[in-house]
Nanobody
Framework: QVQLVESGGGLVQPGDSLKLSCAAS????????MAWFRQAPGKEREFLGS????????KYAASVKGRFTISRDNAKNTLYLQMDTPKPEDTAVYYC????????????????WGQGTQVTVSS
């Protein structure tokens, strides 16, 4: 099993940067693919990107490619999401998730989920 806790959310101005963290407990983290999703009010949960268990391979949604970067530190059992030049439409609750393959982009392909952290992009 993997327990996940997100942190780092808050209020950020458009164009600033923000880095989210996802702390994992459980031995399965270092062998699990990891992903970030988000959910805005009234919308479905949306895939943002994923990373393989080694960290060597990543996949991004078109909406964030080139602005957001996913990385992981298996020694620290932590997943990261670097958000550069955020926009108001990036406002949402952000979730990390663990699954079998980083190629998955749907919520049912990820088994373990964190509780989420709120990110609000506003001036």
């Amino acid at each position: 099993q993997v327990q996940l806790v997100e942190s780092g959310g808050g209020l950020v101005q458009p164009g600033d940067s923000l880095k989210l963290s996802c702390a994992a407990s459980g031995r399965a983290f270092s062998t699990s693919a990891m992903a970030w999703f988000r959910q805005a009010p009234g919308k479905e949960r949306e895939f943002l990107g994923s990373v393989s268990w080694t960290g060597a391979s990543t996949k991004y949604a078109a909406s964030v490619k080139g602005r957001f970067t996913i990385s992981r530190d298996n020694a620290k059992n932590t997943l990261y999401l670097q958000m550069d030049t955020p926009k108001p439409e990036d406002t949402a609750v952000y979730y990390c998730a663990a699954g079998a393959t980083y190629r998955g982009t749907s919520i049912n392909q990820y088994t373990y989920w964190g509780q989420g952290t709120q990110v609000t992009v506003s001036s």
